[in-house]
């Protein structure tokens, strides 16, 4: 049976792990609660601004814009967006293991994310650019990534730019995705994507010149290129940042529950060690016992 000694010790380093894992899960419950509700909250905007695009795509020419349009070139961009963080369970790898399996095999890569960026280095991808954004997500600094991507897809050496993200589902699921970002198509923006409505009562409504009342046949002015040089981008931003807090609300919320998990898993290690120290214990004190009983017998 193990010293009782070595039983104390590791009672002792179980419980300071616990310790640890309570904490942390602790911080990740309190920044899910912001992370969810920011991402929540942007799913409303971020579904107005798809059925538009999807309406004002009907109404004009895919050669009024060039994000409209497929690229010139024949390589693919893929924006990998991981966390800086590791203890979030298969977050990453599942993420990562999609990507992979989707992506083009010659594509570039631009990452947001450490883990995103090593596990790229360490397969030998295109790592063009590697992005770090603060907690809350800040649009400001969102809009740098996507704009960057915007450059790369207007240099002509790009057929196409894709994004790798995890889509908050809720506090116990979340979902690895690969969507395409540019060119912007009707088949992209006209689907249901699944952080688009997500934690809505009704369904999404579609939309349609009747249903949109006296906006059905759009009038641009000054012109229709100067409307879609804004709301084209602005779309392209607005997507990027929503993908951004979908994969920031994933992260903690599987870092809580991954913590949750070690924090029982430590208690309930804590316990069993406790019962195997005192059945060491007592079968000690019965040991010391009978040798004493012996010793007395012997002296009679």
Do not use: W
Request: hydrophobic fraction near 40%; glycine fraction near 6%; charge should be neutral.
């Amino acid at each position: 049976m193990a010293n009782l000694r070595d039983i104390r010790r590791r009672i002792s380093s179980v419980k300071n792990t616990a310790q640890i894992t309570k904490a942390m899960q602790l911080v990740a419950a309190s920044k899910m609660k912001k992370a969810q509700d920011q991402a929540t909250s942007g799913r409303p905007y971020a579904d107005l601004m798809n059925k538009v695009l999807v309406n004002l795509k009907e109404q004009c020419d895919e050669d009024s814009h060039p994000l409209l349009q497929e690229g010139k070139g024949d390589k693919e961009l893929v924006l990998l967006i991981t966390t800086d963080k590791g203890l979030c369970a298969g977050l990453n790898s599942n993420l990562i293991r999609l990507t992979s399996k989707q992506a083009d095999t010659n594509a570039s890569y631009v990452t947001l994310g450490s883990k995103g960026r090593k596990a790229m280095a360490r397969v030998g991808k295109d790592l063009i650019a590697d992005f770090t954004i603060g907690d809350p997500v800040p649009f400001i600094e969102s809009r740098r990534i996507s704009q960057f991507i915007i450059d790369q897809f207007l240099s002509g050496e790009l057929k196409s730019v894709k994004v790798g993200f995890t889509n908050f589902i809720n506090t116990m699921t979340q979902e690895a995705m690969f969507e395409t970002l540019l060119p912007v198509r009707a088949i992209d923006l006209g689907r249901d994507k699944d952080f688009v409505g997500m934690g809505g009562d009704s369904d999404p409504v579609e939309v349609s010149a009747g249903n949109l009342g006296n906006y059905g046949g759009y009038i641009f002015e000054p012109s229709a290129s100067h409307v879609l040089d804004r709301i084209v981008p602005q779309y392209v931003d607005y997507q990027v940042y929503q993908m951004i807090l979908e994969s920031r609300a994933s992260e903690h919320s599987a870092r809580m529950v991954a913590m949750k998990g070690a924090t029982d898993n430590a208690n309930q290690m804590v316990k069993d060690l406790t019962l195997e120290y005192n059945k060491a214990r007592q079968a000690a004190i019965t040991a010391e016992l009978l040798e004493i009983t012996t010793a007395m017998k012997a002296l009679e």
